[in-house]
């Protein structure tokens, strides 16, 4: 006999593990809708100029903070942005001043990742103080060399940079953000319990055919790029195997619709407007909407050594439209799926 399918979900509020909400005017437009959603999330520091310093964290935050509305109770949490000459010292400065983790952007990999690292090496007396005072490492993991196909750079990445990184910092908590290959999520889910990995809805629910379908369709393209169906079905099975290894971290990048519409696009899709739904519909497809709550909201805190949120949130089984676009500063900002329909409305 089949089991109808639920109508609604009631789930422990959520959290983001990876989210960029800019600065200034952009900040303004976008904080919101994640606050909406989540308790807390990780705060991507690839600003112009990056956030390297506890201080600029501190200032950030307190920038973070203003722009929420009236009587909310979103708490970002903060990184730092890991260059090759990150001092030592930082490191308890940052401790001490709230930080939770820095950010590993191999130089030239994504957005704003020209001051990043150019080899993990240089940054080793730094990530063994992060091991000391317990900060956590992010990692966009992809190798940069142009010799090596776009496709096939997060494969590369595992092999030449995490493997011999869980080797040398053994206790160095780390974790492989936006996952998108089966290469990744193998590796992550034989690590020991020092290495965890995020998942984005649009590499749950999307492969490198959505960015081409009827055309070059920008809002689909972000780094690591969307890959193939085999990749796409592995991520899936990761996310909702049960393992407490993987978790929610939808990587939402706002980018102005007139530069992702543009001759050189962007990479990033905005998600924060329907993430829990995206995930849901991802989950559902697989049919293990029973493993949503512990994904989005118990995984992460139990890594990250916080305590899980006490809220609850309810996911309905309800047909809307998302807005083709949102204010973004003085421009306009398309999510993800703009002006189509979603099967789960997200009820705070």
């Given at each position: 006999m089949s089991t109808a399918a639920p109508q609604e979900l009631v789930l422990t509020r959520p959290d983001d593990w990876h989210v960029h909400l800019r600065d200034e005017a952009a900040l303004q437009s976008v904080v919101a809708h994640t606050a909406h959603q989540f308790a807390r999330a990780i705060v991507m520091p690839n600003l112009r100029p990056p956030i390297t310093t506890a201080?600029?964290?501190?200032?950030?935050?307190?920038?973070?903070?203003?722009?929420?509305?009236?009587?909310?109770?979103?708490?970002?949490?903060?990184?730092?942005?890991?260059t090759d000459n990150t001092p030592v010292d930082?490191?308890?400065?940052?401790?001490?001043?709230?930080?939770?983790?820095?950010?590993?952007?191999?130089?030239?990999?994504?957005?704003?990742?020209?001051?990043?690292?150019?080899?993990?090496?240089?940054?080793?007396?730094?990530?063994?103080?992060?091991?000391?005072?317990?900060?956590?490492?992010?990692?966009?993991?992809?190798?940069?060399?142009?010799?090596?196909?776009?496709f096939d750079r997060e494969a590369v990445f595992v092999d030449q940079v995490m493997t011999p990184l869980r080797a040398d910092m053994p206790e160095l908590k780390v974790v492989f953000e936006h996952i998108t290959t089966k290469e990744a999520a193998q590796?992550?889910?034989?690590?020991?319990?020092?290495?965890?990995?995020?998942?984005t809805p649009q590499h749950l629910l999307y492969n490198r055919n959505a960015i081409f379908t009827g055309g070059l369709r920008p809002h689909y393209?972000?780094?690591?790029?969307?890959?193939?169906?085999?990749?796409?079905?592995?991520?899936?099975?990761?996310a909702t195997s049960g393992s407490n290894k993987f978790f929610l971290g939808t990587d939402s990048a706002p980018h102005a619709s007139v530069m992702k519409e543009n001759s050189v696009c962007g990479a990033g899709c905005f998600t924060a407007l329907s993430a829990l739904e995206l995930y849901a519909e991802a989950f559902e497809l697989a049919g293990a909407l029973d493993k949503l709550e512990a994904f989005a909201a118990?995984?992460?805190?139990?890594?990250?050594?916080?305590?899980?949120?006490?809220?609850?949130?309810?996911?309905?089984?309800?047909?809307?439209?998302?807005p083709d676009s949102v204010p973004f500063g003085e421009a306009r900002l398309k999510p993800l799926r703009g002006g189509e329909s979603i099967g789960w409305k997200f009820i705070p």
């Amino acid at each position: 006999m089949s089991t109808a399918a639920p109508q609604e979900l009631v789930l422990t509020r959520p959290d983001d593990w990876h989210v960029h909400l800019r600065d200034e005017a952009a900040l303004q437009s976008v904080v919101a809708h994640t606050a909406h959603q989540f308790a807390r999330a990780i705060v991507m520091p690839n600003l112009r100029p990056p956030i390297t310093t506890a201080a600029q964290a501190a200032a950030y935050r307190a920038r973070i903070l203003a722009a929420l509305p009236e009587g909310s109770d979103f708490q970002p949490l903060m990184t730092l942005y890991l260059t090759d000459n990150t001092p030592v010292d930082e490191i308890k400065r940052a401790k001490d001043a709230g930080v939770v983790a820095l950010k590993l952007y191999p130089a030239g990999a994504t957005t704003n990742s020209d001051a990043g690292v150019t080899d993990i090496k240089k940054t080793y007396r730094t990530l063994e103080a992060m091991q000391r005072e317990g900060l956590l490492l992010l990692v966009h993991g992809e190798v940069t060399d142009p010799a090596i196909d776009v496709f096939d750079r997060e494969a590369v990445f595992v092999d030449q940079v995490m493997t011999p990184l869980r080797a040398d910092m053994p206790e160095l908590k780390v974790v492989f953000e936006h996952i998108t290959t089966k290469e990744a999520a193998q590796y992550v889910a034989g690590a020991d319990a020092y290495t965890a990995a995020t998942l984005t809805p649009q590499h749950l629910l999307y492969n490198r055919n959505a960015i081409f379908t009827g055309g070059l369709r920008p809002h689909y393209y972000c780094l690591p790029v969307l890959k193939r169906e085999e990749h796409r079905l592995a991520l899936l099975q990761a996310a909702t195997s049960g393992s407490n290894k993987f978790f929610l971290g939808t990587d939402s990048a706002p980018h102005a619709s007139v530069m992702k519409e543009n001759s050189v696009c962007g990479a990033g899709c905005f998600t924060a407007l329907s993430a829990l739904e995206l995930y849901a519909e991802a989950f559902e497809l697989a049919g293990a909407l029973d493993k949503l709550e512990a994904f989005a909201a118990f995984n992460g805190p139990d890594f990250y050594g916080l305590p899980r949120n006490q809220g609850r949130v309810t996911l309905r089984r309800e047909s809307w439209t998302l807005p083709d676009s949102v204010p973004f500063g003085e421009a306009r900002l398309k999510p993800l799926r703009g002006g189509e329909s979603i099967g789960w409305k997200f009820i705070p």
